[in-house]
């Protein structure tokens, strides 16, 4: 299915205003700019906590960027399934022909503004690994990856580097760790390492 261009999505002035009013209101701060490229595959990290995605949420409707994320088909059903839609969500099948990356690709070709946000840690307890779908659907579908943060200690994120994969994980993750190296979650201890399980042990 196609994304639904942002100019169609409900609210979107308000979704602005009211980022701003609530980061405000709660002590946060948008730090750096908006990205340049138009699609991308966003990370959200660091993930430790169900508060993340609010944060971030509101400080991409600040930035006047409308959010897409990954949902399981059945989601999309029914009453509500026109709803998700509208609000970003794009449904995914783990269980047919194509895999997941293949779906993403596809969204991706179909249309010229799409933001799809994905947390690689996967989880909000502790991974020893990062998940490398992110990784894997940027390299396929040829777009960027910005590196989206949050960091408790500062109470400020926003969106850092746009990383264009190169197909060798070994080097992009080692610009990516960089970046996440004094970003503080939320419950630190939560936190794991920042490396996809298909790196080599090089560094």
Not at 35 to 44: C, D, E, G, M, T
Not at 53 to 70: D, T
Not at 165 to 185: L, N
Request: include cysteine.
């Amino acid at each position: 299915m196609t994304q639904m261009p942002s100019s169609e999505r409900p609210t979107h002035a308000f979704r602005r205003w009211l980022g701003k009013r609530v980061l405000k209101a709660t002590g946060w701060t948008f730090d750096g700019t908006s990205p340049v490229a138009r699609s991308y595959v966003l990370i959200a990290a660091p993930h430790s906590t169900n508060w993340d995605l609010f944060f971030m949420l509101l400080l991409a409707w600040s930035a006047g960027i409308e959010l897409s994320w990954m949902g399981k088909h059945t989601l999309f059903r029914g009453p509500l399934g026109p709803l998700s839609r509208r609000l970003g969500g794009l449904p995914v099948r783990r269980n047919g022909r194509e895999n997941v990356v293949s779906q993403m690709v596809k969204e991706f070709s179909e249309s010229s503004d799409l933001v799809l946000t994905i947390a690689p840690e996967g989880t909000r307890s502790y991974a020893p690994y990062w998940k490398s779908g992110f990784y894997q659907i940027a390299l396929a579908a040829k777009v960027p990856v910005v590196l989206g943060y949050l960091d408790y200690r500062a109470r400020q994120g926003g969106f850092g580097p746009e990383l264009v994969p190169t197909g060798v994980p070994e080097e992009d993750m080692k610009v990516i760790r960089q970046f996440y190296a004094d970003k503080v979650a939320r419950f630190p201890e939560c936190s794991g390492e920042i490396r996809l399980k298909e790196e080599k042990a090089s560094d």
